[in-house]
């Protein structure tokens, strides 16, 4: 099992930034890939970005161009970055991880990220 805390979510006006970061612990050996997942109020977890553990890199239409997902092997950390994020990026954000003998990933409990216009 695989253990996912987010962090740096909160309020950001239209245009701004805002990073999210998510640390995992636990079988963080067993990660391959690992991704930000969105969930805005009344629809589905929809994909943001996704990264391997070899830095391939995977984004949503609505967000290309704006939003950056990196990762820190050596700290078993990933990161979104957010730039000049729009009132419809409004959601929890969550952070999921892949895990190379379990067909079950594992999901943090998600972030709040609330842009203002």
């Known amino acids: 099992q695989v253990q996912l805390v987010e962090s740096g979510g909160g309020l950001v006006q239209a245009g701004g930034s805002l990073r999210l970061s998510c640390v995992a612990s636990g079988s963080s050996r067993s990660i391959t890939t690992m991704g930000w997942y969105r969930q805005a109020s009344g629809k589905q977890r929809e994909l943001v970005a996704t990264?391997?553990?070899?830095?391939?890199?995977n984004y949503a239409d609505s967000v290309k161009g704006r939003f950056t997902i990196s990762r820190d092997n050596a700290k078993n950390m990933v990161y979104l970055q957010m730039n000049s994020p729009k009132p419809d990026d409004t959601a929890v954000y969550y952070c999921k991880a892949d895990l190379r003998y379990s067909i079950s990933p594992g999901w943090g409990q998600g972030t709040q990220v609330t842009v203002s216009s």
């Open positions: 990264i391997t553990n070899s830095g391939t890199t």
